[in-house]
């Protein structure tokens, strides 16, 4: 008996020091309203100071490797003292390359670092102790100057060799895209293990074609559990139908499904409709007729005339459709393969700023939870507190990585920062899904912790207690008195 209580007071200490462990001094405060954290979730404002960071990863030491949008590569060591309370330790600029802008990767044995430009794809030999790179190769040439130029990368974890690399249009509407030989508006993949020293890969060329009528995918994911690839699209602006200007509403942005990357290729090569079809957001357009949420429908402005009934005849609609002009930028799984996280840049071409945000969508068997035509698949996580001050006042998601403590770990590109979140469970609002909203909360409390009163549900209860502090405050009290209890009953 007197053994049992000793190891509960035990495990009431360390949970209390594990909680302890989160609350987080000398960390940067945001000058902008401090974001709303959803429930089952903790978030940290943990790096500023950078210029325009973008894609990153972790290398296998743990350090964090950001592209710096026309600087270069940065690599960045923690200093971790548990949850979500990290800090900068030492800051090295790991390549000097001012056309990087976006694309990062590494190999699974953290070897070798992929990075890319609008027109190139490097590789590099990378060096985790001596923090270093050296024999830079160009495996992928012949990409677009213009428009849309980040040339993201997807080295798939599946396949080994297998790098995808996305081209976006090189305008709004951009004709070149209804020719497959232009490489506008394609994913595709190249086989980087039997690449020849003296060879480069001509983008529109070689490699395979996952998919074509994609304007613009910045986020690309493999989907960890079934290897099924995910894409997400940054639709067209501006866009009418019927004399009727719609582009408030529509057209919205895509998730897509581009198959698997085993050697089946079913799903392969589709088109995705751009730039003769969008997918529908907004129901309130002109002809509706039977059309829902993530339909592709026509529109004035396409690349060549076609019906609503060819677009939805002749594309691949999308398996999720977001609200227009939310600009998302990167995707990533959780490695259960239940969650994708995705960061939403923002808007521009919209009077009422939408995005701004980091969200989460519900996976099961493969494939997203929600129907094709759902508006509420994508349910946020992190967003700026009134859209109405964005783009000026707000941070703004642009790159997601996870470090191997499944934490998830955010750019802000306008701001220069990084944010760090974790999954609270216990305690949770979310029911332990990692989806807020998508559990029983009995408590439904504050889920803050580290970013301060700024939760939603502080202006409503009142006086606001971080959930961290407060179950610090619940553990030491158990603490206390088991310890008590079990020197009464050794005594
Ligand atoms: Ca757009
Ligand atoms: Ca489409």
Partial sequence: MASLTRRAAIAALLFALRAASQSCSNVPTASYPAPVVADGYNAQLIITGLSSPRGMIFDQKGALLV????????????????GTCLSAGTTTRLIDDKGLNHGIELSADGKALYASTSTEVFSYAYDDVAISVSNQRTLIGNMSTSGHVTRTLLLSRKQPGLLLVSQGSSRNIDPKATQVSSGISQIRAFNISDLPDDKVYSYASDGKMLGWGLRNSVGVAEEPMTGGIF???????????MGTDIHEEDPGEEMNFHGFLNGSTESWGGNYGYPDCLALWGTGVPELGSMKVGSQFSYEESGSPVSDEDCARSYVAPRLTFEAHTAPLDIKFNKEGTLAYVSFHGSWNRDDPAGYKLSVIAFANGQPTEPTDSTTAA???????????????????????FDSQDRLFMTSDSTGEI?????????????????????????????TGGIGSSNENAAT???YVPRNEMWLLVSLTLTLSLVGGAFLAIG
């Fill in 67 to 82: 592209v710096e949008k026309g600087a270069g590569v940065t690599h960045i060591t923690l200093q971790d003292n548990g």
């Fill in 231 to 241: 894409s997400v699209e940054n639709s067209a602006d501006q866009v009418s139908r």
């Fill in 461 to 463: 209860t009142g006086a």
């Fill in 379 to 401: 349910v946020p996580v992190l967003s700026n507190q009134d859209t109405g001050v964005c783009p000026g006042n707000c941070f703004r998601p642009a790159g997601l990585a």
């Fill in 419 to 447: 944010y760090v979140l974790q999954r609270t469970t216990p305690p949770g609002g979310d029911g332990g899904s990692g989806v807020p909203g998508g559990g029983s909360s009995p408590s439904g409390g504050a889920g």
